[in-house]
């Protein structure tokens, strides 16, 4: 079962980087990821999310007219974005999907872009 997500460019390149160096998978260097990052996950999510330019007062009114979640989906950069599927087990899958939960990711995609950006070393490090 795939886990699809997308990785803006130079995320991208820092975990081709990586994973050159190391030698790991793909799939062994995502749960790596989210495991090394799990303890701060829920502040790093809360800090993505927090860069939205919306005013709150905005937000609120929209929130309260739709019944909509308090949250956006914010995009860390306009710079492309590359496309990765990660063949995971249903049962990691499904991990993935209560981590997203227990954090407050509004997406997977959110979830692992945080915790790459968290967990990756820069290309000058790698």
Do not use: C
């Not at 795939?2 to 994973?19: C, E, I, N, Q, T």
């Not at 495991?35 to 309260?64: C, F, I, N």
């Not at 990711?105 to 990756?120: E, G, K, M, Q």
């Amino acid at each position: 079962m795939g886990v699809p997500f997308h990785l803006p460019d130079s995320l991208d390149k820092r975990l081709a980087a990586y994973m050159q160096k190391t030698g790991k998978s793909h799939h062994r260097v995502l749960l790596e990821a989210i495991a090394r990052t799990y303890p701060q996950l829920p502040d790093l999510v809360r800090k993505s999310m927090s860069g939205e330019d919306v005013e709150e007062s905005e937000l609120d009114e929209v929130t309260a007219l739709f019944d909509l979640p308090d949250w956006s989906a914010p995009r860390t950069s306009q710079e492309p974005r590359v496309k990765h599927t990660v063949r995971v087990s249903p049962t990691n899958r499904k991990k993935l999907e209560d981590i997203r939960h227990e954090v407050g990711a509004p997406s997977r995609n959110l979830l692992i872009v945080t915790a790459y950006n968290a967990f990756l070393p820069s290309i000058n490090e790698s």
